[in-house]
Nanobody
Framework: QVQLVESGGGLVQPGGSLRLSCAASGSIFSINIMRWYRQAPGKERELVAR???????YYGDSVKGRFTISRDNAKNTVYLQMNSLKPEDTAVYYC????????????????WGQGTLVTVSS
């Protein structure tokens, strides 16, 4: 069974930094795109950033210049470095990835983590 587990969330003051991690585990053949989404209370889930297996990146307009997505393919892990945090960054952050399982490499699974809460407040 393939799963994603996030860590690194918590409470931080405005202007501070946090680093989120998301590790994939299970019988994995390969991982294509890895993404971070977030959902604030009362709002729709939005794409924060994504990174391909070739390290091509995309960022949402609200986080450009402040957040950095990266991945360690040897560890099947994606990171989100968040700097200059603002109260409006408060949300549950979810990891998402397109994963090919060993048992069926022709299949691409859409896997989600359980989410980690980031609160930006003084």
């Amino acid at each position: 069974q393939v799963q994603l587990v996030e860590s690194g969330g918590g409470l931080v003051q405005p202007g501070g930094s946090l680093r989120l991690s998301c590790a994939a585990s299970g019988s994995i053949f390969s991982i294509n795109i890895m993404r971070w989404y977030r959902q604030a209370p009362g709002k729709e889930r939005e794409l924060v950033a994504r990174i391909t297996s070739a390290d091509s990146t995309y960022y949402g307009d609200s986080v450009k210049g402040r957040f950095t997505i990266s991945r360690d393919n040897a560890k099947n892990t994606v990171y989100l470095q968040m700097n200059s945090l603002k109260p409006e960054d408060t949300a549950v952050y979810y990891c998402n990835a397109d994963i090919r399982p060993i048992r069926d490499i022709n299949r691409l699974l859409d896997i989600w983590g359980q989410g980690t809460l980031v609160t930006v407040s003084s």
